[in-house]
C-alpha cells in the first residue's frame, strides 16, 4: 500500500470517528429532559423540598412564609393520594376510595389535605416525585404508571385549590434519589411529562447525622446563578434552612423561583412573579 492510500484512509477513519463521536453527543445532549438550573446571570435560586406531603412541610412553610420565599414541593403520589378529593373526583376513580378509614386514617387525611391547601395557596409549585419512590431500573412500565397517577392527583390539587388546568408537560419530574437512565427519558415521554429536574443533591435527608454545619457548607460551596438546590421534607430543615436563608442574602440572593410556568393562569399575580421564566430557561 503506497503512503497516500494509506494516509487517505487513516483521514477518512478519523473523520467518521468524529462524525459518530459528534452525532452522540449531539443526539443524547438534544434527547437530554434533564434540568439542573435556570440559565441566568441574576442571583436567583430555587428551593425544592422533596418525599412530601407530610407534617414537616408545615414547619418548612412557616420559615419560607415568614421569609416571603416560594418553593416547588416534589410530592410522592402515594402520600398525595390521602388528600380529600372532591367527591366527583373520588367517585370518578374508586381506586382512591378510602373505604372503612380508621380515626387515625382520617386523620392523616384531613392534615395531608390541609398541608397541601397550605403549600398551594402560599404561592409554592407542586411537582411529580412519582407514586412509589422505588428504584426503577427494569421497572419502566411501573414507572410510567407511576407518573401518570401522580400527575392525574396533581392536576386535581392544582383545579381543587387554584382552579387551573395544569398539563402533564407542565409539571416536573424529580426522579427518587436522582437516578437516570435512558429508560427514565421514554417513561418521562409516555406519561406526557416534559422534564426532569435534577439540580445539586446535598445530605440534608440524614438530618441531624449531617449535621446543620455539613448541610449548609454543602449548599454554600455549590452556589451558583440560578441553582436548582435539592432538599427535603424533614423536621430538621427547621434547623438549617433559616440558615441558609441568611447566607443567600448576605450573598444578595434574595431572589427564589419555583417551576410555576408563565402560561399557566391564575387570578393571584404572586404565582406568575416567582416563575423561573422572569429569570432565563431550565437548562442542564
Ligand atoms: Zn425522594
Redesign the pocket.
Known sequence: MNAKLKYSILGTTIMFIFILFFNFFYISSKSSSEVNKIDTNKNVTMLTF??GPGEADLKILKILNNNNIHATF?E?GCNLAKYRFSDKFEEAHPELKKNEESVEDSKKSDSITTIVQKILNSGNFIGN??YN?QKYVNKISSLIDELKITNMLIKEVYKENLGVDISSSQIPV?M??LQYFPGVEYALKQAGNSYIARGYLGTD?FEKEAGVAKILTQYETHLKKGIIFCC?SKDYAQEWLPLLIEYLRDKNYTKFATFWPKNLDSSISSFKENSYENYGRLVK
Request: overall charge negative; glycine content about 0%.
Open positions: 422533596d418525599d416534589f410522592v416525585h412519582t419512590h424529580r427518587p434519589y435527608y427535603h
